[in-house]
């Protein structure tokens, strides 16, 4: 069965600090996407990568396909970064398998 | 910036009643999709959508459920006499590329379903 694990489940971090989500994969993936939920409910997609690593602001995601693990990275993270971090992946052919989340808290 | 709309925001509905819940996908978006978020738990995949019939769905996604494109523009997702468990935010995606080469998702900001 196709799993999508997350590290760590809850993660309270103070404003400013460097956080890393890890996200780990069963079989081989055609993409993985980072997710972001605001406590509203709301999802955005932050990442789709299928390789290598991407950067956007203060955000940075990066793949290892051996290794079957992704991490997102956040720099200098602020209070308005809290939310729910979700890790997706498509695996080839199929549909998204959604990981259970990181909830992200930063305080100030 | 263009984006995905959901109604309702929220429906509260007695158990056994059927509900429609409406997307309106980005407009050069050919692939849709239906995901289901139980308060507390993972979003979970209920069927994708492509060129007007589904092109994959979940051991979720049984009769109880349908999706329509009526016309242009809309994609609802028909839940027929609902059950308790069905409460859950019910989230629309689309993407301009599908199926293997998926593309980046857009998400609608959902719609909370109540059943009583």
């Known amino acids: 069965k196709n799993e999508v694990e997350q590290s760590p489940q809850n993660l309270t971090a103070q404003e400013g600090e460097f956080i890393t989500i890890n996200c780990s994969y069963s079989v081989g993936i055609s993409a993985l996407h980072w997710l972001q939920q605001h406590p509203g409910g709301g999802i955005v997609s932050l990442f789709m990568?299928?390789?290598g690593k991407k950067k956007h602001g203060r955000l940075i995601a990066t793949i290892n396909i051996q290794e079957k693990h992704s991490s997102l990275h956040i720099t200098a993270s602020h209070p308005r970064d809290s939310a729910v971090y979700i890790c997706a992946v498509s695996f080839y052919g199929q549909n998204f398998v959604f990981g259970p989340g990181t909830r992200l808290s930063v305080l100030p | 910036e263009p984006e995905v709309t959901q109604t309702p925001s929220h429906q509260v509905t007695q158990m056994g009643q059927e509900v429609i819940l409406r997307c309106v996908p980005i407009?050069?978006?050919?692939?849709f999709y239906w995901y289901r978020q139980i308060l507390g738990q993972k979003v979970e995949f209920l069927v994708s959508f492509y060129n007007n019939e589904i092109s994959e769905k979940s051991e979720i996604f049984d009769d109880q459920f349908s999706v329509e494109r009526p016309d242009g523009s809309n994609f609802t997702l028909k839940i027929r006499s609902t059950k308790l468990e069905d409460s859950a935010m019910y989230f629309c995606?689309?993407?301009?590329?599908?199926?293997?080469?998926?593309?980046?998702?857009?998400f609608g900001e959902g719609s909370r379903l109540t059943v009583l």
């Open positions: 995606a689309s993407s301009e590329t599908g199926g293997s080469r998926t593309g980046e998702l857009f």
């Open positions: 407009s050069n978006h050919l692939y």
């Open positions: 990568l299928s390789s």
